[in-house]
């Protein structure tokens, strides 16, 4: 797949969604079908060798590049959503943010045992909802084989909080 310098469809958003915040807009590049296309590609290429055979991603946005993944890749898309989102019984797991803490659930029965999943989500920061969704997997008898991330803020140290999982991100800011 031809290199495609994505990072210039990246908008900063001064003080979103509070002040001293500095928000990545995916936005331009959803709008742009090129860039998006090229996204989900180079998230797929990368996942192929891990070999997954399920790509799970978080609300809202995972859900654009997760989903294009799994077809790409000719696997089943898993949600992972907040609480009271799922129609059917579901597994529950708290985990800890910045300030504070938040929940996320995955239907009980989303993920065969032996299952080989892929987390996907726009955005790795703090890499709390990415290990959060990993602990939904495991719960479920499945496998996380990796983590891939269209951005990462790798000055959150993310990465590091899903360690031993292998991570890929398309843009990364240091």
Do not use: N
């Not at 003080?15 to 807009?25: L, N, Y």
């Not at 239907?107 to 990415?130: C, F, M, S, Y």
Request: proline share 6%; charged share 25%.
């Amino acid at each position: 797949m031809a290199k495609m310098v994505l990072e210039r469809f990246i908008r900063d958003v001064p003080d979103f969604p509070r002040k001293g915040i500095v928000f990545k807009d995916i936005t331009p590049l959803l709008a742009d079908g090129q860039a998006l296309r090229h996204t989900i590609g180079a998230l797929a290429e990368r996942a192929a060798a891990r070999a997954p055979t399920v790509v799970v991603a978080v609300e809202s946005r995972g859900f654009i590049f997760g989903s294009g993944v799994a077809s790409s890749l000719g696997v089943g898309f898993v949600p992972v959503r907040k609480p009271g989102k799922l129609p059917w019984r579901a597994r529950r797991v708290e985990y800890a943010l910045e300030y504070g803490s938040d929940c996320l659930e995955m239907h009980e029965d989303a993920i065969a045992p032996g299952a080989r999943a892929l987390i996907v989500d726009d955005l790795l920061a703090t890499g709390g909802t990415a290990s959060a969704a990993a602990e939904l997997v495991r719960l479920a008898g499945g496998e996380v084989v990796g983590c891939a991330f269209a951005i990462e803020l790798a000055f959150l140290g993310g990465r590091a909080r899903l360690e031993p999982l292998p991570v890929d991100s398309l843009i990364s800011f240091a």
